[in-house]
Structure formats: C-alpha cells, structure tokens
C-alpha cells in the first residue's frame, strides 16, 4: 500500500507534519518501538510507530531519524499521547532526512494502526504471493553459487521482460544481460544514483534518458565489513554497486518491488564473495608497504615483491616493472558530525578507478593490490616488462604504465556527483620503477605529485611525475624525499643493471655528460668504439625512458647525478 492510502482513512487519526513529496512510497510492514536505535529489527519499508519514549532531550532526535533514513523505512508516525504536538527537534531532523512523518491522534491506538496496514500489505499480497515466492527461489538456486549476477539478470529478463545491469559507482558495468550500456549512460546513471544517494532520496531512483525510463537500486554490501545501518553514508556511497533496470518502478506493485529487492540481495551475497577474494592482493600491498615506509633492506623487500608477482600477473616470465599510486578521500565536517574513517573508502574507490573503465565484470581487478594507511589508499600496481632492446635501431622504449591526466578521465563526473559539495578525491602517480631499490621513491613522488593534485581546484583531481619538473626540485620546499623519489627514478635502473651486468652505464653517463653529448670526444675518453658507446647510451634510455639527444633530458640526468 502506498502512504497515502493512510490519509485517506480518518479512522487512523493520522496528520501529515512533512514529507508530502514521498507519499507514493510503498509500505511493507508496520513496527512498534521506543527503542534508541531499532535498526536490527528493520528490513526496509515499515511504517515505524513510536510514542517518543527514546526521547530524553532535543539532541536525540537527529541519531534515530538518521537510523530509520539509513534502513530503508517507508515513514514515522509519532504520538502525541506522551508529549502533545510533536517536538520541532523531530520534524526538522525528519525534513533534513526526508523521512515522511506523521502525528498520531491520542485517541487513536497504535494497535489500530497496525491491524489496518497489515490487513491491507497482506490483502494486496496474497494474488501475487504464491509467484514471488517461486521467484526467490529460482533466483536463490540461480544466484551466486550458479553463475553469478549473469544468470540473475538473465532470469529477469527472461520472467518479468526486464533489461538490468549491475553497474560500480564509477559506471562500469559489473554484469548485464544482453547488450551493454554504452559507457557515456552508464556513467550518467551512476552519477544521477550517487547524487540521489547524497542527498537522502530513498531508492529506487528513477530518471528519463534518451528517452528510456529507468529504475536504480542500491546494491549494499551486506559482508563482515559492511557499515552499519546508522553509520554515515559516506562511508560506503563510493564502493556500493547499483542495480539499474530499463523500467519505471514507481507503478510497480509491492510484489515487483519485493522481487528487484531480492535480486539486489543476491547480488550483494556476490559482492561480498568477491571481496573477500580480494584479502590476499590486499594483505600483500600491505606488506610491501610496511617494508617500504620502515626503510627494510632491499633484498627483503624484493623477496617480497617475487612474492606478489604470480598473484597478480599469473604466468609472468620475467619480473614486473611497479608503479605506485596514492590517494586520498577527504569530507568537509561540520558541527556536530562525526569523523568519517576515509582510509577504507579510498581503497575501495581506488581498486574501482585502476580498472580500465571499459573492461566488463569484477574478476578485472583481480591485478589490483591496493593496501591503506590513515587516511591514504596506496596501490601497488604491477606492469610486465617489456624485452630491452638488443641494438641501438631499436630505440627508447616507450613509457610504462598509468598516466595521471588520463586515468580519472571518464569517471570524474560519476564521481563528483558522489562527493557533492563537501567532498575531494585526490590521486598522485609515480613514475614505473623496476626494483625494489626504486620503491620508497616512487612512494615518495606519489604522495608528492598527490599534494601538487590537492592544490588544484575541482572535486576529482590527479597529477603524476611527470609534473615534478626538475626545476621544482631546487625550490627549498620541496622535501627531501621527493629529491631522492627524483634521483633514484632516474639512477636506480641503472645501478641496477650495473650491479647485474657489470655494464658501467653509470660511468657512461656521466662521461657522455661532461662531453656534451660528443660520441666522438666521449668514446675516447673511455676507450670505447663509438658504437658501443652507442649501444650503452641506448641501454641507459630504454632504461630510463629518457632521450638524451634532449636538452630537458640531459639536465635532469645532470641533476640526478649530482645530487645522488
């Protein structure tokens, strides 16, 4: 039944104080209570009737509003037995929630009130009960364990005709039956159902887009790390998936509504299955990073990292090149708010951000190991590394790995509309490093290039190393750590193979330097033939992936050698 079907009865002694905008919201239950928070009896979609018992002063108004908003409930009707008119406290927390309240009649008793909602949610039921029930259970011996969220929305749209997608926040399509949403939709959607989240709006939302209707369902994780139902939505607006369904749900029966709600469940259960998969990669980044930031010995680090690699390249020959990208999710608080703990936040939002926006399904981030610290979401992103090459025709390799100004590109609007007004999502990328010498400075430019990021206006933003100009280095306030972030980019590659090949590239280096760039001039000084000097010079470039026919080049291996 819908809440204004209780209008319409004068026998419930019922009057409207707000929420006139929401009175097509369907009601599937009803529940007594005077309990603080009585989240663990809700399920959504009750008519909650309080005699305002739990109110002890105006301060508590907010908290329980805020808990019946979050569990899904259909409206509050309060009585004025206890107190007389409604406490103002009461409405405006209701208003500021968009929770529909109603004052109950003194002389009207709660029992009345719920013997009428359950006549009529169970006489509304009773045609359609008897399918919704072989539904549900189709889907259950259908879900997760038979094929994943596929074969669910393939059932859909073989029994109700309905096209659904599951899709991230970011709008990447998680799973679908038959065609795929074009990306620039599924984006639009995603961000019209972050916004709607935002602002309180009860799901399913429902919007017209080239001319199709259609119907989005959160998708809550429901898992051991599951948020409670009072804790603050930003915890958990940008990891939830949705559900959206080419249809309009708002003439739908309470049997449809139920059947969709079932489906969302279901694809939670998958949800949480996958991210429990993703403990391992999780628990490795960690311990990467643990042994980065304490300063542990090289050698123990890189054991760590032959660790990693099969798990996340499975079949890799060689040893991955590695990048590192941090970022970082901060909310604006306001008076009275409590902190919202952004460490998890971020590493959820940062697996979603370094999957290619055009790969379809989880499984994708299955190569994504993302650790965090405090507030910051470090991810340890591998790159195979490609064959050097064996003569100087070859020429510099092009450059490995994510580039900053490119990866927030196509989901910065979904995005924003989910940090609204009071939100930021910064994120720094380093350069790729090939040795677990090269770590702690791609850590350190990665957080520097972060900071130069968060000094940007816009809600989403990004910067990556290559925006850490040379000259930037000899400004006083640039750390120290970036300094060596900088030289050991640069340098370590090639100490490296030095140490493996005995090649004295280093040495060339400096040599070709100091004889601005002179093959001829160079070659004798070090009593080489001029295409072996060659031969080396492409060695340090397809290391480096630098050209040293460049002047910017050239100086910033100046400057590398000077200060290391």
Known sequence: MRLRALLENDALGLRLLGGE?????????????????????????????????WRAEPADAEPFVRILASAGVAALAAGEAEL????????????RHRLPLFAVNESVAFATITEHVVRQVSGERAGDLAAVVDRHRRLMTSGPAGGGPEVVLDLLGSDLDLRAWVLSPTGRQIAGAGEPLEAGLAATLAGEHLAATRTGRRGPHRLNLAGST???FPIRNTG???????????ETVLSDWLLAVEADAGDWPAARLDLLQGVTQL??????????ARTVRRRLAQEVLELVQTGAAPAEIAARLRVA???LLPGLGTAPHWQVVVARVEWEQEAGQGAVDTGPVAQALLEEVLVDPATVGAESADRIAVAHSGDEAIALVPLAAGPLPDSEDEGPAPALGLHADALLASVRAPLSSGLADDGRLTLGVSAAVHSAEGLRGALEEARHARRVAAARPGRVCAAGHHELASHVLLLPFVPDDVRRAFTARLLDPLRDYDRRHRAELIPTLEAFLDCDGSWTRCATRLHLHVNTLRYRVGRIEQLTGRDLSRLEDKLDFFLALRMS
């Open 21 to 53: 905008d929401e009175l097509d919201r369907t009601v599937r239950g009803v529940m007594t209570t005077d309990l603080k928070d009585p989240s663990r009896y809700l399920s959504g979609g009750e008519l909650v009737l309080t005699g305002l018992a």
């Open 84 to 95: 007389g008119d409604i406490p103002d406290d009461l409405v405006e927390a209701c208003l």
């Open 214 to 216: 259609y119907s989005l």
């Open 224 to 234: 051991r790390g599951a948020a409670p139902a009072s804790r603050d939505v930003r």
């Open 267 to 276: 694809i939670a259960v998958e949800r949480d299955r996958r991210d429990a």
């Open 309 to 311: 690699a099969p798990v």
